[in-house]
């Protein structure tokens, strides 16, 4: 059964546009809720996370919204770059199960000139 | 580089064979996942250690086994492999307290002829 949603399943961008991806999950009892990106090669790297305390993170281009009734979280890239270009990650943890992450499907992101 | 090492980067073998996936985790770091992420599947987490200890078990199969060793680092075994076995296997460390943040290794590309 899978518990993290992800949409789109890929994405073009124009330079300098937003990037949308969205997230929705099933599971009451995650709270912990990061996004990874991943480089074709590499292995996933933290971009940022939230709990679900709050409703928005920000870490420079990158904006996490979460809406805890809809179970729900989104990732915002302002202003995307071809450096952007790359499969990203949503994911959620809870607390009773050992920090293990449950991820989405992920989202091919490219961002062209 | 997130500080987590994982050998070999490749690895080729039969039907029916063995191998052993290692990994050592951030200096410091307590706790070590393993995941496996193929085409089909996403990235799935197969099993947590602690400081030596096994704290939670995902989608891992029985032919699959891992250890945690007291300098920390982890293998990771597979045994009698099958086609279906040929993914990217990625470890995983992090401090091991309440909402930590998990820092992926570049991971081991297994494929089985």
């Known amino acids: 059964q899978q518990q993290v949603k992800q949409s789109p399943q890929s994405l073009i961008v124009q330079k300098g546009g937003i990037s949308i991806i969205n997230c929705a999950y099933e599971?009451?009892?995650?709270?912990?809720f990061p996004w990874y990106q991943q480089f074709p090669g590499k292995g996933p790297a933290l971009l940022i996370a939230?709990?679900?305390?709050?409703s928005e993170k920000k870490e420079g281009r990158f904006t996490i919204s979460f809406n805890k009734s809809a179970k729900q979280f989104s990732l915002h890239i302002m202003d995307s770059q071809p450096g952007d270009s790359a499969t990203y990650f949503c994911?959620?943890?809870?607390?009773?199960?050992?920090?293990?992450?449950?991820f989405g499907t992920g989202t091919q992101l490219k961002v062209e000139l | 580089d997130s500080g987590v090492t994982q050998t070999p980067k490749h690895l080729i073998t039969a039907t029916g064979q063995r191998v052993t996936l290692r990994c050592s985790p951030r200096?410091?770091?307590?706790?070590v996942y393993w995941y496996q992420q193929s085409l089909d599947q996403g990235l799935q987490f197969l099993i947590q250690y602690y400081n030596g200890e096994e704290r939670a078990k995902g989608n891992i199969l029985e032919r699959f086994s891992a250890q945690q060793f007291p300098d920390l680092h982890s293998e990771l075994n597979l045994s009698s492999l099958e086609l279906g076995d040929s993914a990217l296997y990625f470890c995983a460390s992090s401090d091991g307290t309440t909402w930590d943040t998990q820092y992926f290794g570049p991971g081991t590309r297994l494929t089985v002829l």
């Open positions: 994911a959620a943890s809870g607390t009773g199960g050992g920090n293990k992450l449950t």
């Open positions: 939230i709990r679900p305390d709050v």
């Open positions: 200096s410091g770091d307590l706790s």
């Open positions: 599971n009451t009892a995650f709270d912990y």
